[in-house]
């Protein structure tokens, strides 16, 4: 199993990233999909989630703001990040439960800075 994020970088307070994540070495389809995020001194926190049939769930400091979606055909979870707030900087994670086993995702960082 390999999960690949990319899409993070530095954004100014109010603006917009979208995250991508390509995942291979297991049926995409079966699975529902993570994104969390880590920032610097905290825990990893879970941000949204998106099961097989494509209903989505996010955390509140989120919720309005970032939109989950997945794209079955080409193996790929997005999370789509608008309005941030430098509260939302940190590394933002993927990740898959497969087989009851959690496989994550190396890892982008999100910068919300002016």
């Known amino acids: 199993v390999q999960l690949q994020a990319y899409g993070g970088g530095l954004v100014q307070p109010g603006g917009s990233l979208r995250l991508s994540c390509a995942a291979s070495?297991?049926?995409?389809?079966?699975?529902?999909m993570f994104w969390y995020r880590q920032a610097p001194g905290k825990q990893r926190e879970l941000v949204a989630t998106?099961?097989?049939?494509?209903?989505?769930n996010y955390a509140d400091s989120v919720k309005g703001r970032f939109i989950i979606s997945r794209d079955n055909a080409k193996d790929t979870v997005f999370l789509q990040m608008n309005s941030l707030k430098p509260e939302d900087t940190a590394v933002y994670y993927c990740?898959?439960?497969?087989?009851?086993?959690?496989?994550w995702g190396q890892g982008t960082q999100v910068t919300v800075s002016s």
């Open positions: 990740n898959a439960k497969v087989r009851s086993t959690p496989y």
């Open positions: 998106i099961t097989l049939g494509g209903t989505t």
């Open positions: 070495g297991f049926t995409f389809s079966s699975y529902w």
